[in-house]
T-cell receptor
Framework: AQKVTQAQTEISVVEKEDVTLDCVYE???????LFWYKQPPSGELVFLIR??????QNEISGRYSWNFQKSTSSFNFTITASQVVDSAVYFC???????????????FGQGTILTVHP | ETGVTQSPTHLIKTRGQQVTLRCSSQ?????VSWYQQALGQGPQFIFQ???????GRGNFPPRFSGLQFPNYSSELNVNALELDDSALYLC????????????FGPGTRLTVL
């Protein structure tokens, strides 16, 4: 069965600090997708990134970067020079594509609450 | 904004009642998924519809049921409400089928008293 673990329940930083959110996943499929979503206090989940299991290239988008390592089953998310607006709950999620019963369904981690203080 | 809308925004029901939540997916999106998010938890998959057919469900009892309409909008129905059903219910739509990125609506906050 697929599983996503976000070991950091809460992180608190001061503005302009860099912060890394950890995500470890478990799956038996060789084909799968990994996601990060942001959930601000309004409640709506905002899509940030999607990676497939065959693409281990790290990705950078502005202040956001993602490090995907299949060898350690990790998909970590770094915010550089954090800002108060980055304060939210961040979820890592996994979707299997191997044709099993969990095909296409998102399995989420418990989330990491990030608070950025001014 | 994703273009996915949900109604109502908030709802208060009493135990044993029935509730219907609605989701209007983004134009052209043929897949809709429903998730339940209890306070302080990650969303849990309820079920998913692709072109009006259910494509499997998570670990939820049969009193949770759903529909997808020809215009790809969707409903989630919950019968015999229990206190533990209090949660944020999230709908997500995908443009290109079951494996595509899911874009979420703002959710419906259900409180069962």
């Amino acid at each position: 069965a697929q599983k996503v673990t976000q070991a950091q329940t809460e992180i608190s930083v001061v503005e302009k600090e860099d912060v890394t959110l950890d995500c470890v996943y478990e799956t038996r499929d060789t084909t799968y997708y990994l996601f990060w979503y942001k959930q601000p206090p309004s409640g709506e989940l905002v899509f940030l990134i999607r990676r497939n299991s065959f693409d281990e290239q790290n990705e950078i988008s502005g202040r956001y970067s993602w490090n995907f390592q299949k060898s350690t089953s990790s998909f970590n998310f770094t915010i550089t020079a954090s800002q108060v607006v980055d304060s939210a709950v961040y979820f890592c999620a996994l979707s299997e594509a191997g044709g099993g019963t969990s095909y296409g369904k998102l399995t989420f981690g418990q989330g990491t609450i990030l608070t950025v203080h001014p | 904004e994703t273009g996915v809308t949900q109604s109502p925004t908030h709802l208060i029901k009493t135990r044993g009642q029935q509730v219907t939540l609605r989701c209007s997916s983004q134009s052209g999106h043929n897949t809709v998924s429903w998730y339940q998010q209890a306070l302080g938890q990650g969303p849990q998959f309820i079920f998913q519809y692709y072109r009006e057919e259910e494509n499997g469900r998570g670990n939820f009892p049969p009193r949770f049921s759903g529909l997808q309409f020809p215009n790809y909008s969707s409903e989630l129905n919950v019968n015999a409400l229990e206190l533990d059903d209090s949660a944020l219910y999230l709908c997500a739509s995908s443009p290109k089928g079951l494996l595509d990125t899911q874009y979420f609506g703002p959710g419906t906050r259900l409180t069962v008293l």
